[in-house]
């Protein structure tokens, strides 16, 4: 039974809701809102809220003078190659040891887990010299080989803590009713794990879009994904606000709706199934 | 099982692990390789095996007490702020809220905006001394602008990180209330409980251990901050905004001084793994469960 709770209450609590909500929110509202400013009023004091002169012209300027599309192009094929490439090396692995466990499958979790603990700059300096020896810098091939192998541990448990959940019994009963294997994996198993695998799939996608550390480090401008073309804005000379926020507005437009749909499972897939 | 079943099972494994091991394994053999060598890529070529000398010129200089401390600061003042503020929005909520669902999408939604663009963001539209939104409250209230990332740059990098990660705390510990039991609280309310005692003896032992989860995954990722000071400070101005990742950056990349940033990168390791290691024994106990 729901607790009653009166209606001042719910006024009260509403309220404090929407504006701490509110709050958080609104740094990504200014910024979207300067966007759609010109340079001079973006930059006024007092600020304008909204009775500005709307105009999408820093659209087309940051399209025009910086190829936008160019490197938006460069973070879909990072982020979408990298997780891909992660899923395929990752279901099997998977579901090899939620469905046919052995006696070391928790500790090879355990230690999966802890090569997602190592941090980056620890192997900073071995990689950038081997990507540097091998050609790889600033190319996509070498974004997409790092951020799959950094997220591959991530990917390998999010897809387990589903895999586990799928009743083994589930798998008997169609034996018994005369399923081959393969009827078996199409028909019964397959339906089941989709929405673990689209869940993980989309978290990667996010992580991967964000990621920000091998991507500064290991590319510049041919590969350069959105992380790098918006850092390229931190230079004191060519600092457009209006600019900048449009750049912005784009660049995490996507990923922002995206996260919106994985909320639940983020919280899952980052804590490694310790909160559910 | 057959013994079928047990070879599929390994063959299905083995990439995953193979590749896993080489990631692992060769840039941290690499590492310590590099970290005993006196080798500067400006140099090539004149490579030499000095010991521990490396570790001792990490490790003495002042740069990395200094970039230690920052590191400390940051790690810490980003815990606190997040698991207070995160559980008190996680409380209110937990209450009845019209259109909850919107308010947990604003709420959730700075976790998805890249480094980059927050700390962009925050330190000119936000924090700018003059411009900035921030400068023009101030100002309006009769207070003096604070110029952040001159005087107080930590401070500034600390905010912006701490929004980036209240979502994460907020949204872990939301979600563990909610699994709380309705019925718990009610015989709590019952037994003469008021909200106050019921939240130190009821609420708060139940989020233990979302907390201990969000402190240990918080501080894995906390420890290697790079972007955010990257785009915004560059480790300035001296070494105020310096962390140790930072600081391993800088050596390896600026200087190209690869024996000690390698000496560095084992350090960072190390610390990591302290953090590590009780975050897999919490993880490990539930997979048991």
Redesign the interface.
């Known amino acids: 039974m729901a607790r009653r709770v009166s209606p001042a209450r719910i006024c009260v609590s509403t309220a404090a809701a929407w504006l701490v909500g509110f709050a958080i929110f609104f740094p990504i509202l200014w910024m979207v809102l300067a966007s759609f400013k010109t340079e001079l009023e973006a930059f006024s004091t007092p600020p304008s809220f909204l009775f500005f002169h709307w105009t999408l012209e820093n659209y087309a300027t940051v399209q025009q003078r910086s190829d936008y599309l160019q490197h938006a192009f460069n973070s879909v094929v990072v982020a979408g190659g990298s997780t891909l490439i992660a899923m395929l090396i990752a279901i099997p692995a998977a579901w090899s040891m939620a469905f046919a466990p052995s006696k070391r499958t928790k500790d090879t979790l355990l230690w999966m887990l802890s090569t997602k603990m190592m941090p980056p700059v620890g192997v900073l300096v071995p990689i950038y010299l081997l990507y540097r020896t091998f050609g790889l810098l600033d190319t996509l091939g070498g974004l997409v080989l790092v951020l799959c192998l950094g997220n591959l541990p991530i990917v390998v448990w999010m897809l387990f803590t589903y895999f586990k959940e799928i009743p083994k019994d589930i798998l008997e009963a169609a034996r018994m009713d005369g399923a081959t294997v393969g009827r078996e994996l199409i028909y019964v198993l397959t339906p089941m794990a989709v929405p673990g695998i689209a869940s993980t799939l989309l978290l990667n996608v996010i992580l991967a879009w964000n990621e920000a550390f091998w991507t500064l480090n290991l590319s510049s401008s041919e590969a350069a994904p959105l992380t790098v073309f918006i850092a390229s804005y931190s230079s004191p000379e060519g600092l457009f606000w209006a600019r900048l926020s449009a750049a912005s507005t784009l660049a995490i437009a996507p990923i922002l709706v995206l996260g919106w749909f994985s909320q639940r499972q983020l919280v899952r897939g980052l804590t490694f199934g310790a909160v559910k | 099982?057959t013994a079928e079943?047990?070879a599929?099972?390994?063959?299905?494994?083995g990439?995953?692990?193979a590749?896993?091991f080489v990631?692992?394994i060769?840039?941290?053999a690499?590492?310590i390789y590099?970290s005993t060598l006196h080798y500067n890529l400006l140099n090539p070529g004149m490579e030499q095996f000095v010991g521990l000398e490396n570790y001792i010129y990490f490790l003495t200089d002042p740069a990395f007490l200094a970039s230690l401390y920052n590191t400390l600061v940051l790690v810490g003042s980003v815990l606190v702020l997040t698991i207070v503020l995160g559980t008190l929005?996680a409380l209110?909520?937990d209450?009845?809220?019209?259109?909850?669902s919107?308010?947990?999408?604003?709420?959730?939604?700075?976790?998805?905006?890249?480094?980059?663009?927050?700390a962009?963001?925050?330190k000119?539209?936000?924090m700018h001394p003059?411009?900035g939104?921030f400068?023009?409250i101030a100002?309006?209230l009769g207070l003096t602008p604070i110029d952040w990332f001159a005087n107080a740059p930590l401070v500034a990098i600390i905010l912006i990180v701490a929004?980036q990660w209240?979502?994460?705390a907020t949204?872990?510990l939301l979600?563990?209330l909610q699994?709380l039991d309705?019925e718990q609280r009610?015989a709590a309310e019952m037994d003469g409980a008021g909200p106050f005692s019921s939240f130190l003896y009821v609420t708060l032992p139940h989020l233990a251990?979302?907390i201990t989860?969000v402190i240990l995954?918080e501080t894995?990722f906390l420890?290697?901050v790079?972007?955010e000071i990257?785009?915004?400070t560059g480790g300035g101005p001296g070494l105020a905004t310096t962390n140790?990742?930072f600081l391993?950056?800088a050596q390896?990349?600026i200087q190209y001084d690869?024996g000690s940033?390698?000496a560095g990168?084992?350090v960072?390791?190390v610390?990591?793994?302290i953090?590590?290691f009780f975050?897999?024994r919490?993880?490990?106990r539930?997979?048991?469960a």
């Open positions: 099982m079943t047990r599929l099972g390994r063959l299905l494994l990439p995953a692990v590749l896993l990631w692992m060769v840039p941290l690499m590492t590099f929005i209110l909520l209450q009845v809220v019209v259109g909850r919107i308010v947990r999408l604003m709420v959730i939604a700075p976790f998805f905006v890249m480094p980059t663009v927050s962009l963001v925050w000119n539209l936000l003059v411009s939104l400068a023009w100002t309006s929004w209240l979502p994460f949204l872990i979600t563990a699994s309705e009610e251990r979302p989860v995954i894995i420890l290697t790079f972007a990257f785009v915004t140790i990742a391993i950056y390896a990349l690869v940033a390698s990168g084992m960072a390791v610390i990591a793994n953090v590590a975050l897999v919490i993880v490990g539930n997979l048991e």
